[in-house]
Every structure is written in C-alpha cells, then in structure tokens.
C-alpha cells in the first residue's frame, strides 16, 4: 500500500508540473513515449513473438494518428481508413504465406484493436490541453475524474466491498467501489470549480458540469474494466510493471480509453461550444 501511495503521489506531481509548467511540447513528448511504451506492452500480451516491423509499424500509425488528431477529425479519419486498409492488404498479401487463415484475421484483428484502443487512450489528451483559455484545468480535470475515481473505488471496495461488480472480469471490484467512484466524480467537479477552474461558470456551466460527471465516471470505470477483459483473457493480472505497486503504463490510464474522447466533445460542443 505504501509503495502504491508514493509512485501515485509522484505520478500525480509529476503530472500537474508536465500540464501547467511545462510548454505544451513537453506533453506532446510525454504523450508519446506513453503511446509507445503502451503498445509494446499491449503487443506483448498477444503476440508471443516480438517482432520489431510490427511494433514499429503500429506504433508509427499510433503516432501520426495522434499528430492528426491535433490538426482536425477528418485528418484523423482519412489516417484511420488508410491504415485500415494497408493492414488488411499486408495480411492478405504476405501473412497468409505462413500463416492460416484464422491466424491472418485474428493478427489483423489484434493489431486493429490496438491501434484504435491506443488511439482512443492517448489522442485526445492534447487536444483537450489545447482547448482555447482552460485547457489546462480541463485536462487536470479529466485526469483527477479518472485517478480519484480509480483510487476512491480501490480503497471504498477493499475496505467495506462486499457484491461483485463484474466478477469473472475483475474479481476485487465491487459495486460498493463503483459507487464510491461516482460519489467521488461530484466531489472532484466541486473542488475543480471553487479552486482550480478560472473561467466563467455560470449556472448552465456548473449545470451541465454535473451533469457530465457521472457519466464520466462510468466511462472511465468501463475502460478499465475493457482492459481487465484484454489481460484476463490472456491470463494476466498486469499488463506490465511500470509504476510500483500499479502495474503497467495500461493499468494506470486505461480508464481514459473511453472517458478521454467523450469528454473532449463535451467540452467543446456544450461546455465551451468551441466551433
């Protein structure tokens, strides 16, 4: 417990410094070495060979799918379907030299996932800190949803959980957890609002920022349960040992993979109606 308290506290300082003292390149940086080091981690729990085309490949379509995400949606598109179709076309043309046909669409099928999966987790953290004004507090935002929700349904579920939230998933989770992770999504909005959100907040504002985080919660609480389902039906606990006492760089942020882009057109379709 002491061990996973401290490599938090630091994350988390480490963290804030990156989002309010850092230039924004700096977050770009760390974006994407986390990017990176993510795939090789998810590449390492379902490829039993590691194979260095294929981690450069995906990890190169990660990235500059990330770069197009920074310069508009449709960009990011047009990578997706071009990537999409360059893997299908690889596996059909090579892969099934040596390989049989369920092994060509299950690599292609875990190789899509990865990348749409990665994508998802990392592509909108710049974007929301790029966000005109409170781009910063929107990012810490979404980070304390996601962190104090993960440590609030932990210590809520270790100490007085007792009903299974989703048991063959995840095993130590519990209702109990998730509820304490909701409750713990109000009371972050509250604190984010009276001491760290410099813009205007009006009663629509506060309004539709409650209504948001709930839901937030929830998402967050769905990718990492989606990331229990990737290790568990590998047989793994942690996707890596990156943080001590966290697991790997997946086990720490997987809780992004759905909340991050949900939260990024929120903000800018109700929240800052950013055309």
Not at 24 to 31: D, G, L, R, S
Not at 130 to 158: C, M, N, Q, R, T
Not at 254 to 269: E, H, I, K, N, Q
Request: charged fraction near 15%; aromatic fraction near 16%; hydrophobic fraction near 55%.
């Amino acid at each position: 417990m002491k061990t996973r308290i401290i490599a938090g506290v630091s994350a988390a300082v480490v963290l804030i410094g990156i989002i309010y003292w850092m230039p924004v390149e700096v977050a770009m940086m760390a974006v994407a070495v986390c990017s990176v080091l993510s795939y090789l981690e998810y590449d390492k729990l379902f490829f039993t060979a590691s194979k260095l085309p294929r981690h450069v490949a995906l990890s190169s379509m990660v990235l500059l799918t990330l770069m197009a995400l920074r310069i508009s949606l449709q960009w990011a598109f047009v990578l997706f379907g071009m990537f999409y179709i360059v893997l299908a076309v690889f596996h059909v043309l090579f892969s099934s030299r040596k390989q049989s046909m369920q092994e060509v669409v299950q690599h292609f099928s875990l190789e899509m996932v990865g990348y749409v999966y990665l994508t998802g987790l990392y592509g909108f953290i710049v974007p929301v800190l790029e966000i005109p004004g409170s781009g910063k507090d929107y990012l810490l935002l979404l980070f304390a949803w996601v962190f104090v929700g993960d440590s609030a349904a932990y210590f809520v579920g270790k100490h007085w959980g007792k009903r299974p939230l989703a048991s063959q998933v995840s095993p130590k989770k519990t209702i109990e957890g998730a509820v304490a992770a909701v409750v713990a999504s109000f009371f972050v909005a509250w604190v984010w609002l009276h001491w760290i959100y410099q813009g205007n907040a009006d009663f629509q504002f506060i309004l539709r920022l409650f209504l948001i985080a709930p839901v937030l919660s929830v998402l967050a609480q769905l990718g990492d349960l989606f990331e229990s389902v990737l290790k568990r039906s590998q047989g793994q606990k942690d996707s890596g040992a990156f943080l001590p006492g966290h697991g790997g760089i997946l086990d720490r942020v997987d809780g992004l993979a759905f909340s991050a882009p949900v939260f990024y057109f929120y903000v800018t379709r109700f929240l800052e109606r950013i055309s």
